[in-house]
């Protein structure tokens, strides 16, 4: 076996093990930022060269079909890398993330990307499927949903959804079961959780953001938000702060407007338990 090999195995099973700590490092910020092996998210990236695309981020837990390093793979045996505490699947799982987490840092165009992995001219389809595409245009997203959660205050979520698309989805008279269903609204889940996460960070060190939420923000959005707080689990502390409802005794929050708010957030939890 060739010296090359071990070395290479080496280094992506450090690379796979240093990933594994900086993503549980950073679990408070941004809990989702590695999808789960039991289901397929579909999102919209932010700004790559400036435009928006469509994505379908799948699971990596299968062999990816392309080669990452541009090292004939061919010659890590399952050997090697049983040997070296790594399977043939984990070994392209990690080249794969660390190909496209680098792209994604180093703001690579999104021509740049689809010529390397030979997916100039190829369908929307075929893009929505290929994996390092894929996990190339969601770790964008998260890198820009970052610097929105950084700012101080952080973005509210509403300027994240409008900026997305759904308030114009509104507009045109789509349902929020509707819009639920789209791409965008994953984005904008991912956002909600993201900011939710960063807040919560944020108050173990004694920082409070006031005004969390814009009074322009509009009820479709509001009611949405409310069911993600039930969903991701946020504590009734969390929200009433979220709503600016957490100095008022009962019996004054229960006559202000964002009070239903909470209902919602309540009701959706109990749908869950």
Sequence with gaps: MHLYSYVLVALVTILVTCETFALSSVLTVAPDDTPTSDRTRTAVSID????????????ADDNDEHNLTGVDDSTISADTTERAGASPSMLTRAKDRVKAKWWAETKASDDYVKN????????EEILKNHKTYQRYLY????????????QKPPLPTFDAWRYLGLNKMVLQGKSLKEIKKTAEFKSYEHYVRMFDQGISADWKVGYKTEHMIPRYATPVEMTAKAELWAANGMPDKYVLYALNLNKLPHSERVTVEDYQYFLIFKNAQQAMS
């Design 139 to 150: 770790t964008t997203e998260r890198i820009e949903f970052s610097k929105w959660v950084a």
């Design 48 to 59: 790559v060269d400036g435009k928006r695309y469509l994505r379908t981020t799948k699971t």
């Design 116 to 123: 390397k992995l030979r997916l100039t001219g190829k369908s």
